[in-house]
């Protein structure tokens, strides 16, 4: 009975962030749905114009993004209701991100079903790709499907962290912490220019694969809700 009520509390939390279908189902779904639409117009302009090559976008990346403004709502919006029911914030983090793993499984479900069926049509008939990106589907559709949910969490997970040092430190705070990460990438980008090493970084990018790529960005997913919920966990009440 000890572990019902745990499980039961969590369920509590990913209920709340369902309260407001919006944010998870509908918004994703439209975001998509119009990426997809201004795609296959692009492609059948160019098509028109005479250009018989394969089409292919990065229109299906446009929910990816949307999904850091989840992580944003999920943590300023859904918080203080959960604490008002008398959640952990240990409970309020796991259901948060059980919340948007069930959204992102929806999301590469669709992005997947999409991709083996412009396999089945070559392009739509016009030889157009919005979900099959040949580089992500190289280790199969399975591989695909992982990529974009991993993706997904990935988004998530660093607009929880934002939202999260926002509610922590105030504005100053998040401002100094988004100038820091600036400085690391210009420090990671200084240090792979000055030692001449940007082929070997090619390289590893090329021998990795987006499987291994993906697998990477799951850990890295890992440490950033690590980090995500010590942060919570020692925000003022």
Known sequence: MDHEVPRNRLLNVVRLQFVNTQTFVVVPALVLGGAWLISMLIFWVI??????GVKA?????????YFLAIGIQAMTMTFPFSQAMSLTRREFFIGSLAAAAVSGFGMALVFVLLGLFEQATGGYGINGYFAYLEWIWVAGPFAAGLTYFTATL????????????????????????????????????????????WPSVG????????????LWGLLLTGILAVGSYLTLRRMPA
């Open 203 to 214: 390289r590893w990018f090329t021998e990795t694969g987006s499987l291994g790529l993906t």
């Open 57 to 65: 976008g990065g229109g299906s990346q446009a929910p990816l993004w």
């Open 154 to 197: 990935f988004f998530f997970t660093i607009g929880f962290w934002f939202a999260t040092i926002f509610k922590r430190f105030g504005a100053l705070g998040l401002t100094t912490a988004l100038l820091g990460l600036g400085l690391v990438l210009v420090g990671l980008v200084a240090l792979a220019t000055f030692q001449q090493a």
């Open 47 to 52: 098509g028109g114009a005479g250009v018989d």
